[in-house]
């Protein structure tokens, strides 16, 4: 992130800030000074919903370990019992009456009861991710993930495993699964396709239709006597294909202008019901004609989990931790938030920190924290998304979601947000943001699959966004700064996830925002994959390399003037007057320009974030607000 030097730049651009390779850092602060304001970021979001009998379950998402939540639907209330050694789930199934959940990091398949009771089935070798989990008409489970992109049936009597292989050759995601009585269909990623697998031969065909092979994933399926349906992310197309001659299909775009996918299915009687993001709008799809209904919102701007058909009620779980039901063929929404139904919030791994000294924002899955500085009190917000990264001027935070790829602004007194910018282009994970002279300048990485990250310039005012797609060719743009005209561009080696790097090294890149084109190109670190955070200072731009490495470069000649060791990993720098701070999650760094050595403010933080390392500055710099294992911490840095 850009912050700009305040004071007369002379304090630290005449001879530059170095430090000295070899010199260890001297302790001046210790734990005793840091002040501990509580979990950073309390959510009871969820990755998994699904129905049993009078009872309904879900998953809680970046807690360890998870949580599972059981519903009482005769009395609305819910329990709440960890799930042993796991970050969440989100497939859930099913079989024989009995409910089945697979989880990730570690993915293990149980089966779990009403009382909240959990028995191990099933745990595949080279999984870190369970993404689907559906139950044949036999009752045998059928799963896949990431990053292998395998199939898996599991026999639920006897825990037996069966590896099915890689569903499609390279593709590291198994997204989605549905099964009928002869064939398994896998709904596959980063580069979508649809794998019809044959039951007793195992042979293998790709039925997606070739007009929706530019799509990142078959995100979900659901399939019944005649037809399998799957719906596509990022386009929100929806295909109807015929399960005996998939040659005859029809695609249907529901939510024309849609930017986020279609994001669940399902069927009943003669139309698939499907949600699409980041509107959260129900639509319903008359499977003969393709003809489209909108249902309405029930929880605008969420992601769905999964949905259901029962007793005429079409039924939605959604991300940040609501059920709701709604009456078909009309109907109001009902909508059950299960944190106020008994559904005990945890503490998830924090994703961001914002703050404007008097208001701390730690952004989190589907919601953010606002910590009332004053009052020692927070609350959490709602967000369609994960805020990936912000900064804040006076009440107002400019935030950049996952991924939805959009700019917010949150109001720090109110938790009021409001959509500034979808930036489109397929830049759905920001990764970095700035702002200057009343515009706010994003770095982003693309979609699953795809590379050409991109700047984007949005205008604070009139929400007037101009995007520069693949400015560093087939790099992504991990760290922004802005100054005297000129954007400087530090670049991360990897596209969309599921890709493989083309590019071998990092790039600092000085964009003109005159003439809107890159004037200048250099490597500041050879080797380093990702430049993870700029620094103007002066007549100076310092950055820091996800390898740990500082380095400064003359903003007028181009030149690399000095480098240092500084971490063992990446972090974060902020200017406070005329030091900078850094923070890798586990120590604070002071480095100031008459020692030209770095000090130890904080250490032994063990940060558990989700993602890079976070910390901000209050605008007097006197205070950097940062994490230790998941909570937020005050640490004075002068």
């Given amino acids: 992130m850009s912050r700009l030097l305040s004071k007369p730049a002379g304090l630290l651009a005449a001879a530059g800030l170095v ?69 969440g789930a989100w497939a859930s199934a099913v079989s024989g009456g009995q409910m089945y959940v697979a989880t990730y990091l570690p993915p293990v398949v149980y089966r779990v009861g009403s009382d909240g009771s959990n028995t191990k089935i099933a745990a595949p070798a080279s ?42 050759p390279g593709e590291q995601y198994v997204r989605s699964v549905a099964a009928d009585d002869t064939t398994l269909y896998v709904g596959v990623g980063s580069h979508a396709h649809l794998m019809a697998i044959d039951r007793a031969t195992g042979a293998k065909s790709d039925i997606l239709p070739a007009a929706l092979r530019d799509d990142s994933f078959v995100y979900d399926l659901a399939t019944n006597e005649t037809y399998v ?27 024309p202008g849609v930017v986020g996918g279609a994001d669940a299915v399902t069927l009943a009687g003669g139309s698939a019901y499907v949600t699409v993001r980041p509107t959260a709008e129900v639509l319903q799809l008359y499977l003969a004609s393709g003809a489209v209904q909108s249902l309405g919102q029930a929880t605008p701007g969420e992601e769905t989990r999964n949905l259901y058909v029962e007793d005429g009620k079409l039924i939605g779980f959604s991300g940040s931790g609501i059920m709701w039901t709604k009456p078909l063929p009309s109907g109001d929404f009902g909508v059950v938030d299960l944190q106020q139904a008994g559904l005990t919030p945890g503490a998830e791994l924090p994703l961001s ?45 400019y935030v950049a979601v996952y991924p939805t790829g959009t700019v917010d602004t949150v109001d720090l007194r109110t938790g009021a947000v409001r959509n500034l910018s979808t930036l489109g282009h397929a830049q759905i994970r920001p990764r970095d943001l700035t702002r ?79 003439s809107r084109t890159v004037s200048r190109t250099l490597v500041p670190v050879p080797g380093a994959p990702r430049i993870q955070d700029l620094v103007v200072v002066g007549r100076r731009l310092v950055g820091v390399t996800s390898t740990g490495v500082l380095f400064e470069v003359d903003r007028a000649t181009g030149q690399v003037t000095r480098t240092a060791k ?40 063990k940060s558990s974030v989700a993602g890079e390392a976070q910390g901000a500055l209050d605008p007097r710099a006197r205070s950097l607000y940062t994490i230790r294992e998941t909570n937020l911490v005050r640490v004075p840095v002068r």
């Avoid at 992109?149 to 825990?159: F, R, V």
């Fill in 19 to 87: 430090l000295a390779a070899t010199a260890g850092p001297a302790a001046a602060a210790g734990t005793a000074d840091i002040t501990d304001l509580g979990p950073a970021s309390l959510s009871a979001a969820i990755v998994t919903g699904a129905l049993a009998g009078d009872h309904a379950y879900v998953v809680s998402r970046g807690v360890t370990p998870a949580n599972l939540g059981v519903l009482d639907r005769t009395t609305g209330t819910v329990s709440t019992h960890p799930l042993p050694s796991s970050q």
């Fill in 127 to 168: 999984l870190q991710y369970f993404y689907d989990l559906t139950a044949a008409p036999d009752g045998l489970l059928v799963g896949g993930g990431y990053p292998n992109g395998h199939t898996y049936t599991i026999d639920p009597a006897t825990g037996a495993v069966r590896d099915l292989g890689q569903a499609y």
């Fill in 229 to 255: 349906v799957a719906a596509m992310v990022p386009s929100g197309r929806v295909a109807i294909i015929d399960k005996h001659d998939p040659a005859n299909f029809r695609i249907v775009q529901p939510a």
């Fill in 353 to 397: 920190v914002v703050t404007n000294g008097s208001t701390v924002l730690v952004g989190g899955n589907f919601g953010a924290q606002l910590h009332d500085l004053a009052a020692g009190t927070s609350r959490r917000i709602r967000i369609g998304g994960e805020i990936k990264t912000g900064v804040a001027a006076g009440n107002t935070a």
């Fill in 436 to 514: 200057s002279d009343g515009k706010v300048y994003v770095g982003t990485q693309p979609d699953y699959g795809l590379f050409g990250g991109a700047l984007s310039i949005v205008d604070e005012r009139t929400g007037a966004t101009d995007v520069y797609r693949d400015v560093v060719p087939d790099q992504s743009i991990s760290s922004v700064a802005v100054a005297g005209g000129v954007a400087y561009l530090g670049s991360e080696i990897y596209g969309g996830l599921g890709t493989t790097p083309r590019a071998k090294e990092a790039v600092l890149s000085f964009f003109d925002l005159a």
């Fill in 566 to 605: 500084l971490s063992t990993a990446g972090g974060q720098l902020q200017l406070a007057g005329n030091q900078l701070t850094f923070v890798d999650g586990n120590q604070v760094l002071r480095i100031d320009a008459a020692g030209w050595q770095p000090t130890t403010l904080a250490t032994g933080l």
